[in-house]
T-cell receptor
Framework: DAGITQSPRHKVTETGTPVTLRCHQT?????MYWYRQDPGHGLRLIHY???????DKGEVSDGYSVSRSKTEDFLLTLESATSSQTSVYFC????????????????FGPGTRLTVL | AQSVAQPEDQVNVAEGNPLTVKCTYS??????LFWYVQYPNRGLQFLLK??????LVKGSYGFEAEFNKSQTSFHLKKPSALVSDSALYFC?????????????FGAGTRLFVKA
């Protein structure tokens, strides 16, 4: 999976508790992304980062925050988990973000299955 | 607004037969188009990408896709299906002048190859 790890791989938590998911890459890629995967919706972008301490919102960012203090780590936090945030979360990386070369292809981690009871 | 549609939730094909997984898109201007595959309990794996040039793009594992601008389609094909091709396939699109954070993924098509 292109030098991308996610932790934990599985988590069960209760409504109202904070949850942090970690994405770690060894590729030194500048861009990192957090997606959620839900049946019938494909992948939807939550947040992305275009460098250390540089992040922005995606299409489904409500209830989520992110941080990137190092190139290799991108953290996704659910401040107060809700049942609607039960999903599979994928991290992705890309060397660049625009252009026609292979460098803007996104590569994905193995995913984290989160269940909020 | 950008969008991508995968009209079939599931495609069933016999091993050895050709397979097609359909994808249509809507984007302003020229598109970048992608196909990814997801095996059970794994992340998405990149298969192939259309940037420009030849409308027929060849990718991993014997897959290819044909870009058709007039029909705004980018169907994934393989001449002879294998049981091991059974997986979830995602088409994705973004505009040439937009960043990777604007990549839109389809809902996915599950391919089932029967022996």
């Amino acid at each position: 999976d292109a030098g991308i790890t996610q932790s934990p791989r599985h988590k069960v938590t209760e409504t109202g508790t904070p949850v942090t998911l970690r994405c770690h890459q060894t590729e030194n890629h500048r861009y990192m992304y957090w997606y959620r995967q839900d049946p019938g919706h494909g992948l939807r972008l939550i947040h992305y980062s275009y460098g250390v301490k540089d992040t922005d919102k995606g299409e489904v960012s409500d209830g989520y925050s992110v941080s990137r203090s190092k190139t290799e780590d991108f953290l996704l936090t659910l401040e107060s988990a809700t049942s609607s945030q039960t999903s599979v979360y994928f991290c992705a990386i890309s060397e660049s973000s625009s252009g026609g070369s292979s460098t803007d292809t996104q590569y994905f981690g193995p995913g984290t299955r989160l269940t909020v009871l | 607004a950008q969008s991508v549609a995968q009209p079939e939730d599931q495609v069933n094909v016999a091993e050895g037969n050709p397979l097609t997984v359909k994808c249509t898109y809507s984007v302003s201007g020229n598109p970048y188009l992608f196909w990814y595959v997801q095996y059970p309990n794994r992340g998405l794996q990149f298969l192939l990408k259309y940037i420009t040039g030849d409308n027929l793009v060849k990718g991993s594992y014997g897959f290819e896709a044909e870009f058709n601008k007039s029909q705004t389609s980018f169907h994934l094909k393989k001449p002879s299906a294998l049981v091991s091709d059974s997986a979830l396939y995602f088409c994705a699109v973004r505009g040439v002048n937009t960043g990777g954070f604007k990549t839109i993924f389809g809902a996915g098509t599950r391919l089932f190859v029967k022996a």
